[in-house]
């Protein structure tokens, strides 16, 4: 029997063989990004790390039959955690995180898209699985141990040890990663995924402990900064040209700015909004951004309604749905304004209808209102055309000055579309989700433009706004190898990568004749100062973090939600700074040395890094202690 123990001990082949998979999936099924052989190797070392710490807890189980349960449930356990990380991923190009898993209706309602993200071959990661239930089952005697206290203390303490080295190799490859954490991807590449998620646990109880204690003495601060940095006194030249109009807002789904004036095939991609580029009643900012993080959509609404940031976990929308704000609805809402959402898709996704009355919205046309039937939906549901045209009789029964929100949802991955409806062909690279973007495109621009032109023919158009503007990306960094096909680029780098979170941006004002494109930096952040400015309505002690599109006294830069920023001057991407009109990283070598350095005064990225990280930080503390529920925001008259 003991001659028999010195075999190799199931928790250590175990850790062997899933610690190899991990790694295997890592390189080979999320596409990360390896910079150096550094990175590589703690990418190599953190999967056996991970699990080893994990599987030596087997040892302190007397019962063999203990040993070989705890061993093959957690194989089990931990690889379907692999799993479905890399189904998440596959869609949103990131990791679950805890706020996400309470999105479990998202997911359901996935739908078709769910199918296209398992891959056959994904069985095969259950493959040692399958190995270590037999192995735990038929060789129990061999592979189990019985180990002395000191044994089981020692396999204890080398699973400590292995941590802290793997901690360390992960601090000198990149300095401060916990304190600063935005970047999931830098997370799991150092310090694996399992270890991610402890840390994600333990970040959710710690924001959920701040609405608790926060008891409003955190605000003073967060007015100074805003009243210093951020608001401005000067009022742009269009301040109140569009007073007492109605606002139609189109939120297209991740329409990105590159496939305005660009053609596929030979073809123009967006023939009516490329039309609007030169229109005379038409302002098209070309740097507008967006600034979404896991609640996509929901997110875009978020910073439109409310000029603060998403979070940089989970969907705001559901995580502080219930939370006190002062959104654009409510503001106008006081000033005599109707407001309204129209987006065929139930009211539960993303918790609109949740979030909705927290933002003081009067009333959302959801699935119910609309008639969807096979033939008028695809992929998420109604079409935009129909959606468009069966919105028509709502729209006209409002109540007039409305704002009214549409969100459309055709061209939505996985980009599917019946071929009726697709004006233009694919492209063709080995990406098909690229490949069929374009058409979807194509029919979401023909649906805004039937729509326009059933207003115009409406006594509304004339007396209304509109801004259409990309919710989000729809092209991942997934696609990579294809979009640089695209762009005719050898490759995407970091700097491009920052250009293609630029969505399109129209404002359009029916009379005006001024209209031009505006190429100032500017993000969706912005728009609920620039909306009010243009309706010329006062929201003074309101707390937001944009400014007037129109003003010449506005921040200077666009921070994205995982702290990179885009300024007139630099784009400043994984710590990297980029001179913007040349793309060139400027001082690469001696920011490397300095990066240790706290005050880092030899980047110049530096200054507004530091300044976008202190406004991040402030927005999401207005968020997790919900700390707008102490201030006044009625307007003294
Ligand atoms: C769903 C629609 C799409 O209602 O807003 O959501 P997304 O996946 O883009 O956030
Ligand atoms: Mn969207």
Redesign the pocket.
């Known amino acids: 029997m003991n001659a028999k123990r010195t075999k190799v001990p199931l928790y250590i082949i175990a850790t062997f063989l899933v610690g190899l998979k991990i790694y295997i999936a890592y390189r080979f099924m999320f596409s990360m990004e390896i910079e150096n052989p550094m990175q590589e190797l703690i990418l190599f070392v953190n999967p056996f790390v991970s699990v080893f710490l994990v599987f030596a807890i087997s040892v302190w189980f007397k019962k063999q039959s203990r040993q070989m349960k705890f061993i093959r449930y957690t194989a089990f356990i931990l690889t379907f955690i692999l799993f479905a990380n890399l189904v998440f991923y596959r869609s949103f190009n990131d990791f679950i995180t805890i706020p996400t898993l309470f999105q479990g209706s998202n997911m359901a309602d996935l739908g078709s898209s769910i199918l296209t993200l398992i891959q056959p071959y994904d069985i095969l990661l259950f493959v040692d699985v399958i190995l270590i239930w037999y192995l735990s089952k038929k060789k129990e005697d061999v592979l189990s141990v019985g180990y002395q206290r000191s044994g089981k203390v020692f396999a204890l303490a080398m699973s400590f040890v292995l941590l802290a080295g793997n901690f360390f190799l992960a601090e000198m490859e990149r300095p401060q990663l916990f304190t600063r954490g935005f970047d999931r991807e830098y997370l799991v590449k150092n310090i694996g995924l399992f270890n991610f998620h402890i840390y994600d646990i333990v970040m959710q109880s710690k924001t959920e402990s701040q609405r608790v204690f926060a008891d409003g003495n955190e605000l003073p601060e967060i007015q100074n900064y805003i009243d210093e940095n951020v608001k401005s006194d000067e009022k742009s030249d269009l301040h109140g040209i569009a007073e007492d109009r109605n606002v139609i807002f189109i939120?297209a789904?991740?329409i990105q700015s590159f496939v305005i004036n660009n053609e596929v095939n030979g073809e123009e991609v967006t023939p009516f909004l490329n039309s609007l580029t030169e229109d005379e009643d038409t302002y098209y900012f070309e740097n507008f951004y967006e600034q979404t993080g896991q609640g996509?959509?929901s997110d875009?609404e978020f910073l439109v309604e409310n000029s603060l940031y998403p979070l940089s976990r989970g969907a705001v929308f559901f995580t502080h749905g219930g939370n006190e704000y002062n959104g654009l609805p409510e503001i106008l809402g006081q000033e005599g304004y109707h407001t309204s959402v129209m987006h065929a898709n139930n009211k539960s996704f993303w918790n609109r209808e949740g979030m909705y009355n927290s933002l003081g919205l009067d009333k959302f046309y959801g699935e119910e209102a609309y008639e969807v039937s096979e033939e008028n939906s695809i992929g998420w549901g109604l079409k935009d055309k129909p959606f468009f045209e069966q919105s028509m009789k709502y729209l006209q029964s409002q109540e007039e000055p409305f704002y009214t929100k549409f969100?459309t949802l055709t061209n939505?991955f996985p980009f599917n579309l019946d071929e009726e409806d697709s004006s233009i062909e694919p492209f063709d690279s080995n990406s098909n989700t690229l490949n069929n973007y374009f058409p979807t495109v194509r029919y979401t621009d023909e649906a805004i433009e039937d729509f326009f032109n059933q207003l115009k023919e409406s006594d509304l158009y004339e007396d209304s706004i509109f801004v259409i503007m990309g919710?989000?990306i729809?092209i991942s960094a997934n696609h990579n190898k294809a979009m640089s096909q695209y762009l005719d680029k050898e490759e995407i780098t970091p700097y491009d990568q920052v250009q293609l979170q630029r969505v399109p941006f129209f404002l359009h004002i029916p009379g005006h004749g001024e209209g031009e494109v505006k190429s100032e930096v500017t993000g969706q952040i912005d728009v609920k100062p620039t909306l009010l400015n243009l309706l010329g309505v006062e929201a003074e002690n309101d707390l937001y973090f944009g400014n007037d599109m129109f003003s010449d006294d506005r921040k200077g830069y666009i921070a994205l939600r995982n702290g990179d920023f885009i300024s007139d001057e630099y784009i400043s991407t994984s710590g990297v700074c980029y001179d913007r009109q040349t793309g060139e990283p400027i001082e690469a070598e001696e920011e490397e040395a300095n990066a240790n350095n706290e005050s880092g005064s030899t980047n110049a990225c530096a200054p507004i890094s530091e300044q976008v990280d202190k406004e991040l930080g402030y927005s999401d503390d207005l968020i997790y202690g919900d700390l707008l529920r102490f201030m006044d925001f009625e307007e003294e008259e």
Do not use: A, F, K
């Open positions: 939120s789904e991740s996509n959509t875009s969100i939505h919710d989000h729809g």
